[in-house]
């Protein structure tokens, strides 16, 4: 599908692009835009990840199970967002989440083939590339150097950020406080009580198997 340069604007992928280049992708490369009802699914985990899908409107929710499937998180995000870009390549082309459109969504994606091609022709583009794939791992790099929380409060707060995709808005991990303790090593009493103390303190909203972050970047 042809698109306005226009709509490119915002994606992350084309930043630093003249209006000139903007108008040559947007003419020469097979773009497909779709449109998301609220509560469809966009991305299922497993999927291949053969072409690169940007969320240029509207809120989305993204779902991530552990390996056991013993908990998940869910995470309410706005555009514009472009999902794991860092699957496109390399030994596990696969989503490692779910992505739903929480309101209704407009995509753009582009295949593979496609956006090698504008590699080709616009270093920019490239280089805008190896910037979102590095952003998140240097963020993983960092991670194992951090302070280690001294409170059982802190630990929890640090299990949910380590495994939030985004590190702000809000976040609902499901999660029953047995599995949390014995993911944390310590007893479900231990949990009951610091749980009890971040609802206290507003910074988390409790209910039963369910732990509601209403601003990550507060807790």
Aim: charged share 25%; glycine share 4%; proline share 4%.
């Amino acid at each position: 599908m042809q698109l306005n340069h226009k709509d490119l604007l915002g994606i992350p992928l084309f930043l630093g692009l003249s209006e000139k280049d903007l108008m040559d992708i947007a003419c020469n490369t097979r773009f497909n835009l779709r449109h998301h009802k609220k509560g469809s699914t966009i991305v299922e985990e497993g999927d291949t990840c053969n072409s690169l899908i940007s969320i240029i409107e509207g809120w989305m929710e993204i779902d991530t199970y552990s390996d056991n499937k013993a908990y998940h998180l869910k995470e309410i995000v706005q555009a514009t967002q472009t999902l794991e870009p860092d699957k496109l390549f390399g030994i596990s082309p696969r989503y490692h989440s779910i992505y739903r459109a929480y309101t209704t969504c407009e995509s753009i994606s582009i295949m593979k083939e496609e956006l090698t091609q504008i590699f080709n022709n616009y270093i920019i583009v490239r280089l805008n590339y190896l910037n979102l794939i590095c952003r998140r791992t240097q963020q993983l790099e960092r991670q194992p150097w951090q302070p280690k929380p001294t409170t059982l409060t802190d630990r929890i707060a640090t299990f949910i950020k380590q495994r939030s995709m985004y590190p702000a808005g809000r976040k609902v991990l499901h999660i029953k406080m047995t599995q949390l303790a014995e993911e944390l090593n310590v007893s479900r009493l231990d949990i009951s009580n610091a749980l009890n103390e971040m609802n206290r303190t507003d910074k988390i909203i409790q209910r039963r198997g369910m732990i509601e972050v209403p601003a990550l970047q507060l807790l």
